[in-house]
């Protein structure tokens, strides 16, 4: 990253400082509200879990870069200490790489426990330790570039080569991220709807990709200004994208909850409602697919691992593992009892024959 991708040319088509704060304050504000109201929401509902950690890395690491940016203006670091130019340049370079990476290891974590006990989920293991690995090549690699003479000022002129490999990396990382929801959810049990709502979610990867080739041309074309600016706007992205799973599926779980609740009113509001008639096929049952659908989808848990099969009363699964007959049984014997419950209150209010009253109920 960073303004260091190139020297600091008096010739270089810098836009105003102002012009650049303003610019990136939206993106890093933004990243830093969805991390904060995601924390937020996971700490309340007590699923803090590892993917929360690499977001919360990825929060400070924005937090740094940005604080350092505003602070220490670029064109008055030349005119600061030794150590504060030293500090500035290693540290803008490194913590934004660790920023950038945290939060697609974040998103690497999720897509995991997204995934029962197969070979699949074994190697969405080893993408997550090719993401740190990823992290520590390019880092590595930065640290040799700018130069290891304390006893000056480090000279951190990104070549060309910086730009093809992070390209690469970017290129392979959100390639995973892209994909792999999409083929896990499309064989998950899910209604279409939600199906559709998480692929759309995880597509926002590509933000991160528009983002990486924005800074990658502009360290290819030397200029430095548009390396650090493209940069901020790349980390601020990919923090807020791996906030946007936790965040629209609450927004989403509280939309659906409200609709239903109005829908219950309504429900109870008119109990000349006919129950189901086997003998009218107009009049077809009830199907508690998209309740069981819905309660994988908005129930995010905190259990990485908990995917075997064992009795559902006595372990907590993880939300986003695949759906095992067992929990799925407990669901669908949920939604019947209170079903029955219903039906059963139904028929105090209007007299119907024993008869049709015990098909129903079966």
Known sequence: MSESGGEFSPSSKRPPFSTTVSILAVSHSIAFLTTFLRLWQRS??????????WAFVALLSDMFVWILYVVIPIQDLLSKPLGIQIFWKFGTILVYTLGLWSARVSIAVTIVRLINESLFRTIAKAVVVLFVVFWLTLSIQKIFICGTRWHEVPDCRLPRVTAYIELATDAIGDMWLLCSPVILLWKMKLSRRHRRLLIA????????????????????????????ITAHIQLGVAVTVCNLLVLITRIYSVFYDTTSQTRTETTESNPSRPSHDPNNPSNPPPTFESRRSIVTLTDLGSNFGNTQRTAPSRRLYSTFSYPTSDLLSADLDHVTQTASRTSSASTKERPVDSEKSSSTLS
Request: charged share 15%.
């Open 201 to 228: 979610i995880f597509s926002c990867s590509i933000f991160i990709t528009f983002a990486s080739i924005a800074h990658a041309y502009f360290i290819v074309v030397r200029i430095p200004p548009w390396v650090g």
């Open 44 to 53: 309340r509902t007590r699923k803090l879990w590892w993917d929360d950690f």
